[in-house]
């Protein structure tokens, strides 16, 4: 077997935590079968649940079914980037909607997810084929992509044509599009040989496996081969076998108004000139350079040093937040959560308001000055200590109200929340749940609510988005979190959790 070398790789220096995934995805070869060609899609046996735009609103969340990889979604310096998810992410603001993003594990199907509305749509570069269209609806496409076969360069072949490479076993996912391309090829009389593997190794774990030999070639798009090439060597890029592959988000069939919604939006950022050439938005070549050509979010992705050994796969924190969230008997992925969500791990950021730091505290309702606060490690513990006294303050709630009650009074305040509370009271309405707290927060945006508040106005849509947003986050923060402990090694990079395109 091949080991990682610094010949395969453009970075200089590899951390043991990657060397034992290359250690063990070699040995992991050994133990694959070729399983036989058959469909490959576990369709959903019921039908889908009832959750169109309508009801999206009504809930005030988007929910967004993708994989933890370059193209899509990940991490960088803890705060949520990638294609899919900052086009998705522009959608739901033009819908006033909080973005929710739902990471796949390796036992589930996003089409489940999809059915039962745990997700709203998949947005992983999900090529439209016939295939799939029997299970789910398509938007418009919103980019093209070709699929090529990508070989090892210690092969002594000529890549040109397929033809030349029928005695190469081609190393592919049985749950991906690539499979289907390979099928139809068969149909047509170009009998390439398939090794079928587990369905947990993604695209970008595949060319790296392909550029150190364990594997002597597989099938990429071609922005994912020309992206991961930039950063890795040992790659040779085959014949292309299908051409101008239309990649969309695919949503529920019943839900028509989403899609019409979806088309609206996707029509202004990508559209076929009459001479079929695809014509993008400023907004939509803005991602592709920023994802599929050159960026510091990519180029730290694939830097096997950046997250540290694995220490810190959620943000440049995570020891800082684990300590204090230890300190306070807090959660430390919520304290990384609302960080992100304040100063994007910016320990000098200031806001209009005069909050600082990395938790955003404003000095005039705390005892240490705002210098101190600009140090990480003082507004980390400054912050858990307002938020735990919060977390006190409703302390006969449950755990999940306290957190939402909490986060709401960290952004608006005791005052406004208790405004809220009392408008609540008087309209005959719990005031200790959520729902009703978010419902007199809007309220107190309107004048005839707000005019006799003890408080005043308080830009409650900010407020409930706020406690959203967090929350969401911190759910999308726990899922990868969990895959990656399920995972033999756990590092983000070109070993990326799962793919689903």
Same mark, same amino acid.
């Given at each position: 077997?091949?080991?990682?070398?610094?010949?395969?790789?453009?970075?200089?220096?590899?951390?043991?935590?990657?060397?034992?995934?290359?250690?063990?995805? =070699?040995?992991?070869?050994?133990?694959?079968?070729?399983?036989?060609?058959?469909?490959?899609?576990?369709?959903? @046996?019921?039908?889908?649940?009832?959750?169109?735009? !309508?009801?999206?609103?009504?809930?005030?969340?988007?929910?967004?079914?993708?994989?933890?990889?370059?193209?899509?979604?990940?991490?960088?310096?803890?705060?949520?980037?990638?294609?899919?998810?900052?086009?998705?992410?522009?959608?739901?603001?033009?819908?006033?909607?909080?973005?929710?993003?739902?990471?796949?594990?390796?036992?589930?199907?996003?089409?489940?997810?999809?059915?039962?509305?745990?997700?709203?749509?998949?947005?992983?570069?999900?090529?439209?084929?016939?295939? #799939?269209?029997?299970?789910?609806?398509?938007?418009?496409?919103?980019?093209?992509?070709?699929?090529?076969?990508?070989? =090892?360069?210690?092969?002594?072949?000529?890549?040109?044509?397929?033809?030349?490479?029928?005695?190469?076993?081609?190393?592919?996912?049985?749950?991906?599009?690539?499979?289907?391309?390979?099928?139809?090829?068969?149909?047509?009389?170009?009998?390439?040989?398939?090794?079928?593997?587990?369905?947990?190794?993604?695209?970008?774990?595949?060319?790296?496996?392909?550029?150190?030999?364990?594997?002597?070639?597989?099938?990429?798009?071609? @922005?994912?081969?020309?992206?991961?090439? %930039?950063?890795?060597?040992?790659?040779?890029?085959?014949?292309?076998?299908?051409?101008?592959?239309?990649?969309?988000?695919?949503? #529920?069939?019943?839900?028509?108004?989403?899609?019409?919604?979806?088309?609206?939006?996707?029509?202004?950022?990508?559209?076929?000139?009459?001479?079929?050439?695809?014509?993008?938005? !400023?907004?939509?070549?803005?991602?592709?350079?920023?994802?599929?050509?050159?960026?510091?979010?990519?180029?730290?992705?694939?830097?096997?040093?950046?997250?540290?050994?694995?220490?810190?796969?959620? =943000?440049?924190?995570?020891?800082?937040?684990?300590?204090?969230?230890?300190?306070?008997?807090?959660?430390?992925?919520?304290?990384?959560?609302? !960080?992100?969500?304040?100063?994007?791990?910016?320990?000098?950021?200031?806001?209009?308001?005069?909050?600082?730091?990395?938790?955003?505290?404003?000095?005039?309702?705390?005892?240490?000055?705002?210098?101190?606060?600009?140090?990480?490690?003082?507004?980390?513990?400054?912050?858990?200590?307002?938020?735990?006294? @919060?977390?006190? @303050?409703?302390?006969?709630?449950?755990?999940?109200?306290?957190? %939402?009650?909490?986060?709401?009074?960290?952004?608006?305040?005791?005052?406004?929340?208790?405004?809220?509370? #009392?408008?609540?009271?008087?309209?005959?309405?719990?005031?200790?749940?959520?729902?009703?707290?978010?419902? =007199?927060?809007?309220?107190?945006?309107?004048?005839?609510?707000?005019?006799? !508040?003890?408080?005043?106005?308080?830009?409650?849509?900010?407020?409930? #988005?706020?406690?959203?947003?967090?929350?969401?986050?911190?759910?999308?923060?726990?899922?990868?979190?969990?895959?990656?402990?399920?995972?033999?090694?756990?590092?983000?990079?070109?070993?990326?959790?799962?793919?689903?395109?």
């Amino acid at each position: 077997m091949w080991l990682l070398s610094e010949d395969n790789i453009s970075y200089k220096k590899i951390g043991i935590p990657i060397l034992f995934g290359i250690l063990f995805l =070699s040995c992991f070869k050994d133990s694959v079968p070729n399983y036989e060609i058959k469909s490959n899609i576990d369709a959903p @046996h019921y039908n889908p649940i009832n959750r169109d735009l !309508a009801e999206i609103k009504e809930s005030g969340v988007l929910r967004m079914i993708t994989s933890y990889s370059s193209g899509a979604y990940f991490l960088h310096r803890g705060i949520q980037v990638g294609f899919e998810y900052e086009l998705v992410k522009q959608f739901a603001k033009e819908n006033d909607l909080a973005l929710e993003v739902v990471i796949t594990s390796a036992d589930e199907n996003p089409y489940d997810l999809l059915y039962k509305g745990m997700g709203d749509l998949i947005a992983a570069s999900y090529t439209i084929t016939e295939e #799939r269209k029997n299970i789910v609806n398509f938007t418009r496409p919103y980019n093209l992509v070709n699929q090529i076969i990508v070989v =090892s360069d210690r092969l002594d072949v000529e890549t040109t044509s397929v033809q030349n490479l029928t005695n190469i076993p081609i190393t592919i996912r049985r749950n991906s599009s690539y499979f289907q391309t390979i099928e139809k090829l068969k149909k047509e009389g170009v009998d390439l040989k398939i090794n079928l593997i587990n369905e947990e190794i993604d695209t970008e774990v595949l060319l790296l496996q392909v550029a150190n030999g364990v594997y002597e070639a597989t099938i990429a798009d071609d @922005h994912i081969f020309y992206s991961t090439n %930039k950063f890795l060597t040992g790659l040779k890029e085959g014949p292309r076998i299908s051409q101008r592959d239309e990649i969309a988000w695919a949503i #529920r069939p019943n839900s028509s108004n989403l899609e019409t919604s979806m088309n609206q939006f996707l029509r202004k950022h990508f559209r076929y000139g009459n001479d079929g050439t695809p014509k993008r938005s !400023a907004f939509l070549n803005i991602l592709k350079r920023r994802y599929f050509e050159n960026s510091e979010q990519i180029e730290d992705y694939f830097n096997p040093n950046y997250v540290d050994n694995g220490s810190s796969l959620i =943000s440049p924190y995570d020891s800082l937040f684990k300590q204090v969230a230890k300190e306070f008997n807090l959660d430390w992925v919520m304290l990384t959560a609302i !960080a992100a969500q304040e100063s994007k791990f910016n320990p000098n950021s200031v806001s209009w308001m005069g909050a600082v730091g990395l938790m955003q505290v404003l000095p005039r309702f705390s005892k240490i000055s705002k210098d101190s606060l600009m140090i990480p490690e003082v507004s980390a513990r400054e912050g858990a200590r307002i938020i735990k006294e @919060h977390i006190k @303050h409703y302390a006969y709630m449950d755990s999940t109200s306290q957190w %939402k009650f909490a986060l709401a009074t960290y952004n608006a305040g005791l005052g406004h929340m208790a405004d809220a509370r #009392r408008l609540s009271i008087d309209r005959n309405d719990d005031p200790n749940s959520w729902e009703n707290i978010s419902e =007199s927060l809007l309220r107190l945006m309107q004048r005839r609510f707000y005019k006799d !508040a003890r408080y005043g106005f308080c830009r409650g849509i900010e407020t409930v #988005r706020y406690v959203n947003e967090i929350t969401n986050r911190y759910q999308t923060y726990r899922s990868i979190l969990e895959v990656n402990e399920t995972r033999p090694f756990g590092i983000q990079g070109v070993l990326g959790i799962k793919t689903i395109n």
